[in-house]
Nanobody
Framework: QVQLVESGGGLVQAGGSLRLSCVTS????????MGWYRQPPGKQRELVAT???????NYADSVKGRFTISRDNAKNTVYLQMNSLKPEDTAVYYC??????????WGQGTQVTVSS
């Protein structure tokens, strides 16, 4: 079994920062990519950021320059550093681990709420 556990969400004022963590039950090198997605209220889930096994990163245009995805291989953990938060960033944030094109895993999600 593969387990992903997110933490670090909460309530923050606009302009503030949060760091989300995703701890995996196995080496992150097991996965072709790790990523963060989010689902705002009433909206579909959308890509936030991904990082591949080769350390290539990809970001949604809406978060470029504000969010940074990183990893700590020794801790089997992927992070999402979120700076300059906006109310539009309010969403449930989910950790994703891609094993193959058709097999991936999801965490339970962590709520991020940004007040005006």
């Amino acid at each position: 079994q593969v387990q992903l556990v997110e933490s670090g969400g909460g309530l923050v004022q606009a302009g503030g920062s949060l760091r989300l963590s995703c701890v995996t039950s196995r080496s992150i090198f097991s996965f072709n990519a790790m990523g963060w997605y989010r689902q705002p209220p009433g909206k579909q889930r959308e890509l936030v950021a991904t990082i591949t096994r080769s350390s290539s990163s990809n970001y949604a245009d809406s978060v470029k320059g504000r969010f940074t995805i990183s990893r700590d291989n020794a801790k089997n953990t992927v992070y999402l550093q979120m700076n300059s938060l906006k109310p539009e960033d309010t969403a449930v944030y989910y950790c994703n681990a891609v094993l193959t094109w058709r097999i991936d895993y999801w965490g339970q999600g962590t709520q991020v709420t940004v007040s005006s």
